[in-house]
């Protein structure tokens, strides 16, 4: 039993939509017909000037709350407690077991609440009009600073992470300004121009101008560059405080520290707050959320098959996907099919040449990805598409025994048997993407309705409940595959099991979706939009029997809600995914609801 969790996209003015690149054609008689790059990233406006004051702004106002004071005591502030090596700007030192006491106590701290933290850290620039008109179009101390969040920095010295790296630790580049003149500074991080609540690379830098700054070095830098780099730190937190004080509040001093000892002796008696190590050997606690990430999409969408010899993965990576090896000496696949946004259609000469070459040493070509072909009119008699095409070919050397059988015609007229040409051997094929289910989804569905001799709706739902496969494909290439169904079902090698029937009776939910499917992060539960959510039947054919909505309200119809039934839909009013409403308050709710259903 599954349920779908939904999220409501944050509201985007955009006053001139961006300019739509043109799109990869179906017809390959152009040769000079150059690739068009698939865009991926939504687009983002500068915007327009502030909005009038009598339009509606988002969030709504919410009544002044009292921002709470940084904790007063803190390891290391006051500073006073420790040597002071210099006057002006200051700089302090420290022992490795001060600094160990420091992060376990801001680890251990108990976090402001969102609202005293965001949106400042979104980025407030003031140029940035659309940025300011969504955050503080009734409420202007969105602005400020916040004063209720002490951190610690820890900065390294020459700025080489690969060794003697502290967990935590950032270059020197990352918190100071790369102008000319102005390397005592901290940047003016925020953008300049487009709207995001995702703006997690300027968080770093943002964060280090609220908190106590920490400075060491590894055997390659000298005591004199340490000096310099913590005088030029404690200058910027002096500049930036003097520029971020507005009237009469009173922003929290910060202040620079050295570690005034070895890594060597640190790595030694603090073991636990090790990255990489003086070898450049990373321990096997550390937890590197970038990684991490890595991993799970690699397990997510590892390598498996779709049909005879055709599999369907992320693009090798010793490092993170290594392929399984049937043997030692023996390469997993034969060719690798790589779906690229800078891609064209192989040409025939290509395919045959591929062919030929891939029975003595594994091959590599590429296809164009989702979202790179617009449905066109492809005439009945002439030669195929490039997608049709491309199957027929795949299928040809992933299965080729099926192939040899179909143009067995018997005994002649005579009753002498033909003699038939010796059989390729079956080539294993890897259709794969960076990611392994975005780039690559629309060979992959075209193929699996090839060899499955299955409608578009079907490839759709058996490629993901069947076959266990993620994957993101758009509104585009549902036009397509369904301009091409007739094609690709009429020269399908598969088995003729209802067809007709099924093919003439298309879903509605078809129409309905823009490409995707919500996506299943565990084995009950999905994660999608409000338009999965608002397309019941697609639901119900996946199995969700439940929607929990978040911000948005389904718009279904009376009979729609009736069939479902109340105690199987929980809505979550007056909360927003705009970076600014909390969701905490409705945790318990949420997950009541959820695990009484996976009960």
């Known amino acids: 039993m599954a349920a779908v969790a939904i999220a409501q996209p944050p509201p985007?003015?955009?006053?001139?939509?961006?300019?739509?690149?043109?799109?990869?054609?179906?017809?390959?008689?152009?040769?000079?017909?150059?690739?068009?790059?698939?865009k991926h990233l939504p687009y983002c406006?500068?915007?327009?000037?502030?909005?009038?004051?009598?339009?509606?702004?988002?969030?709504?106002?919410?009544?002044?709350?009292?921002?709470?004071?940084?904790?007063?005591?803190?390891?290391?502030?006051?500073?006073?407690?420790?040597?002071?090596?210099?006057?002006?700007?200051?700089?302090?030192a420290i022992q490795p077991v001060t600094l160990a006491e420091a992060i376990h106590q801001s680890a251990s701290r108990e976090l402001p609440e969102p609202k005293h933290v965001f949106p400042w850290l979104h980025g407030l620039h003031p140029e940035n009009q659309i940025q300011l008109a969504f955050f503080t179009a009734r409420k202007r101390a969105l602005r400020n600073v916040p004063r209720c969040f002490r951190g610690v920095t820890i900065i390294k010295a020459g700025g080489n992470l690969t060794r003697c790296k502290v967990k935590g630790a950032l270059a020197p580049q990352e918190i100071l300004s790369s102008e000319a003149g102005h390397d005592d500074t901290f940047p003016e991080i925020d953008p300049t121009e487009g709207f995001s609540v995702r703006n997690f690379h300027i968080q770093a830098c943002k964060m280090a101008t609220v908190s106590d700054i920490v400075v060491y070095r590894d055997d390659d830098v000298s005591e004199k560059d340490l000096y310099r780099l913590a005088k030029m730190l404690s200058k910027a937190q002096k500049t930036w405080r003097v520029k971020n004080t507005i009237g009469e509040q009173d922003l929290p001093r910060f202040h620079v520290f050295i570690v005034s000892c070895p890594f060597?002796?640190?790595?030694?008696?603090?073991?636990e707050l090790v990255a990489t190590d003086s070898e450049g050997q990373s321990r096997g606690d550390l937890l590197d959320f970038f990684q991490l990430e890595r991993q799970e999409m690699c397990k997510m969408s590892q390598a498996s098959e779709i049909a005879k010899n055709v599999w369907l993965g992320p693009t090798p990576d010793s490092t993170l996907c290594p392929l399984p090896q049937e043997a030692e000496d023996e390469p997993t696949f034969d060719i690798f099919i790589e779906a690229s946004d800078?891609?064209?259609?192989?040409?025939?000469?290509?395919?045959?040449?591929?062919?030929?070459?891939?029975?003595?040493?594994?091959?590599?070509?590429?296809?164009?990805?989702?979202?790179?072909?617009?449905?066109?009119?492809?005439?009945?008699?002439?030669p195929?598409?490039?997608?049709?095409?491309?199957?027929?070919?795949?299928?040809?050397?992933?299965?080729?025994?099926?192939?040899?059988?179909?143009?067995d015609d018997g005994p002649d007229q005579d009753g002498d048997i033909p003699m038939k040409a010796l059989r390729p051997r079956p080539r294993k094929v890897l259709i794969h993407c960076t990611d392994g289910y975005t780039e690559s989804s629309l060979l992959a569905l075209a193929y699996f309705m090839y060899a499955e001799r299955i409608p578009v709706h079907e490839a759709w739902l058996r490629l993901h409940c069947d076959k266990k496969r993620n994957f993101f494909a758009y509104s585009s290439d549902v036009a397509l595959l369904s301009s091409l169904q007739a094609r690709i079902l009429e020269l399908s090698p598969g088995p003729c099991n209802g067809i007709s029937a099924s093919f003439q009776e298309e879903p509605a939910w078809?129409?309905?979706?823009?490409?995707?499917?919500?996506?299943?992060?565990?084995?009950?539960?999905?994660?999608?939009?409000?338009?999965?959510?608002?397309?019941?039947?697609?639901?119900?054919?996946?199995?969700?029997?439940?929607v929990l909505s978040v911000g948005e309200p389904v718009d279904w119809t009376k009979g729609q809600n009736e069939s479902w039934g109340a105690k199987n839909l929980l809505f979550i009013d007056r909360v927003q995914d705009n970076g600014v409403d909390a969701l905490t308050k409705d945790f318990e709710r949420c997950l009541a609801f959820i695990g009484w259903h996976t009960q």
């Open 12 to 38: 985007r003015q955009t006053p001139t939509p961006p300019p739509q690149a043109p799109s990869l054609s179906l017809d390959t008689s152009d040769l000079e017909h150059g690739a068009i790059p698939n």
């Open 45 to 92: 406006s500068p915007g327009p000037a502030p909005l009038p004051q009598n339009a509606p702004a988002t969030p709504p106002a919410s009544p002044p709350t009292p921002q709470p004071e940084s904790p007063t005591h803190f390891v290391l502030h006051p500073p006073h407690a420790h040597p002071r090596l210099c006057v002006s700007p200051p700089v302090y």
């Open 264 to 271: 060597s002796k640190f790595e030694f008696q603090y073991p």
């Open 342 to 382: 800078m891609a064209q259609a192989p040409k025939s000469r290509t395919l045959e040449r591929i062919d030929k070459l891939s029975l003595d040493e594994p091959q590599r070509l590429e296809f164009p990805s989702s979202g790179s072909i617009m449905p066109q009119k492809w005439p009945k008699a002439g």
């Open 384 to 407: 195929l598409d490039p997608v049709t095409q491309m199957c027929q070919w795949i299928h040809s050397v992933a299965d080729p025994t099926a192939v040899s059988d179909a143009n």
């Open 510 to 546: 078809l129409s309905r979706i823009d490409g995707s499917l919500p996506s299943r992060i565990l084995p009950y539960m999905y994660l999608g939009n409000l338009g999965h959510a608002n397309n019941p039947q697609l639901l119900r054919a996946l199995g969700i029997k439940r």
